[in-house]
C-alpha cells in the first residue's frame, strides 16, 4: 500500500516526530509507514489523516500487489 503522508506532512511543515506526537505514536512507526514497511491499524490511519486534513482513501492507496 503506498501513501501520501511524506508529501501531506510537508505541506504543513511537521516533522515525523511532530506528527507521531500528534497521533500518539514513536517517530519510528511514522517512519516505518511512509516507507511501506508498516501498514497502520484503521484507528491511526483515521488520526494521520485527520491531523494532515485529508480523507483516508486520498492518503493510503491500494496498490495490485495488495489485492
Do not use: C
Amino acid at each position: 500500500m503506498k501513501n501520501l503522508i511524506k508529501v501531506e506532512r510537508a505541506r504543513y511543515d511537521l516533522s515525523q516526530a511532530a506528527l507521531a506526537e500528534k497521533v500518539d505514536v514513536s517517530r519510528q512507526t511514522i517512519n516505518a509507514i511512509e516507507k511501506g514497511r508498516f501498514v497502520p491499524s484503521s484507528v491511526l490511519a483515521f488520526k494521520i489523516a485527520q491531523v494532515l486534513k485529508i480523507r483516508v482513501d486520498e492518503l493510503f492507496i491500494l496498490e495490485e500487489s495488495d489485492w
